[in-house]
Every structure is written in C-alpha cells, then in structure tokens.
C-alpha cells in the first residue's frame, strides 16, 4: 500500500470514529429548537456516554487529533491538482479549513471549562455568548454547525468508498446526498436561531453559571 492510500485510510478511519460524536452532537444543536430542557436533557444523557473517561478519548480526542493531523499531513504533501475537483470536494476541503481554524477555541471553550472549573456551558450558557459578542457568534455558530454538517455528510460517503463499507455508499447517490445534507442543514439553522433566542426563549443567559465564568475570566464585568 502506499504512502498517500495509507494516510487516506487513517483519515477515513479517524472521520468514521469521530462521526459518531458529531452526528449526535449536531442532533443536539437542532434540538434546541425544541427548548433549553429538551436541549440540556440529550446533552446530559449523551455527555454519559462522549464524557465517560476512555470512551471520550476513544470516542472523540484521539480519532479528532488524528483526523487532524492527517488531514494537515495530506495538505502539504497532495500534488496541486491538474484536473478540475467537483463543488462537493471543494465544499468538503473549505468546511474542513474552516473546522481546522475553529475547533481548537471552540473545544477549549466548551469542554475547557467543564474540565477546570467544572462548569458545563449548556443551552443558557450558548445562548449567552450570542448575546455578549452577537457580531462574532452569530456567523461564527451558524458556520459552525453547517460546515460541521457539511463535512460529517461528504466524510462519511468519502470513507464509505475508501473503506469500502456498502451501507454507506447510499450517500453517494445525488439526490441521498443533496436530501441529507438539506435536512440537516434546514434543522441545525433552526437551532442555532433557537439558542439566539429567535424561536425560544431564552430567558437570562447572563445569569448562567458559564456566562458568569466567562464574564470573570475575560474581565467584561
Ligand atoms: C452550532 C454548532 C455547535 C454548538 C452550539 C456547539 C456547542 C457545544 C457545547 C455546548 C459543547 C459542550 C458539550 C457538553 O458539555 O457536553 C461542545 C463540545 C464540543 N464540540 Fe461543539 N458545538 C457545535 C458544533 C460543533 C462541531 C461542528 C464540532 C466538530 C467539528 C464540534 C466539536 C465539539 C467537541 C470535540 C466538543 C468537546 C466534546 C467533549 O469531549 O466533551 N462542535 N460543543
């Protein structure tokens, strides 16, 4: 096998692991719009399992880092290509740039503070940071869960031709592919503009518990 198929299957291998975290992490975004009980209720249940102490290293540190560094590795080592790549494949390496720029703050920001101060941000403490810098957080989360999206949906057809798993070649198929990714990406807006308080109300997110950790942390108050 050679080196460029080798990193290939690590990338497909380490999206495939990865996508069971984010599959049920994006499902949760949308079900805000189901309100912040609905919201905290799946998250505390699933966090039971993604938080559980090997299983979120199994589950969801070690195959993001990997997806991560592989995907950096064939960056700088793919040829500049020579032939035309279709908008799926172009859509695909744009949403994984934009996840590869963000995800860092985003993971330090949300698990960071469970894990130092043991303050989990929750629906109100999302739908604080829309309100505290809106200009940032509204494209930011909006881009957020839709190259998210976008990304889990392409990797996974991707993987399921790379590893060769028939089940999932179904998302090959245009119209499978263009349906699944319209419905997803139709609820996760939804859900954003939920937890911005556009179709539920969000009461006083100030108030949290995480909007007060944040407040004191960065000096706002
Ligand atoms: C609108 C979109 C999103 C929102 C509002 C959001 C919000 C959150 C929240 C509240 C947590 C803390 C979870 C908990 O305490 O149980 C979290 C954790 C996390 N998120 Fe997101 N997220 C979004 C999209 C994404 C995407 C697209 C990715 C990956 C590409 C991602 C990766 C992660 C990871 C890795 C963690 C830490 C998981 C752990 O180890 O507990 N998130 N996010």
């Known amino acids: 096998m050679n080196a460029e198929l080798k990193w290939l299957r690590v990338q497909a291998w380490s999206g495939a692991v990865f996508s069971v975290f984010l599959f049920v992490h994006l499902v949760n975004q949308a079900l ?21 102490p090997v299983l979120e290293l199994v589950l969801v540190a ?18 500049k290509a020579t032939t035309p790549v279709s908008w799926r494949v172009r859509l695909h390496r744009y949403s994984g740039r934009f996840l590869l720029l963000v995800i860092v703050g985003h993971v330090v920001a949300t698990r960071g503070a469970s894990l130092l101060y043991g303050t989990f941000p ?3 403490g999302v739908a604080f940071t829309f309100q505290w810098v809106p200009a940032y957080f ?9 190259c998210g999206w976008y990304h889990l949906v392409h990797g996974l057809s991707t993987a399921g031709a790379v ?3 028939p089940g999932v070649s179904v998302l090959q198929r245009p119209r499978m592919f263009k349906a699944v990714v319209g419905v997803g ?10 937890l911005g308080g556009v179709f539920v109300d969000v009461g006083e997110p100030a108030s949290s518990e995480y909007a007060r950790l944040v407040l004191r942390l960065t000096g706002s108050r």
């Open 163 to 165: 590893l060769r798993w």
């Open 122 to 124: 929750g629906f109100h």
């Open 32 to 52: 805000a719009m189901a309100g912040a009980s609905a919201y905290d209720g799946a998250q505390v249940s699933a966090r039971r399992v993604y938080q559980a």
């Open 185 to 194: 990406a139709v609820a996760l807006v939804l859900g954003v503009l939920s």
């Open 62 to 79: 070690v195959p993001l880092l990997v997806h991560v560094v592989s995907a950096v590795v064939q960056l700088i080592r793919r040829p």
């Open 138 to 146: 509204w494209p930011y989360y909006t881009a957020l869960a839709l």
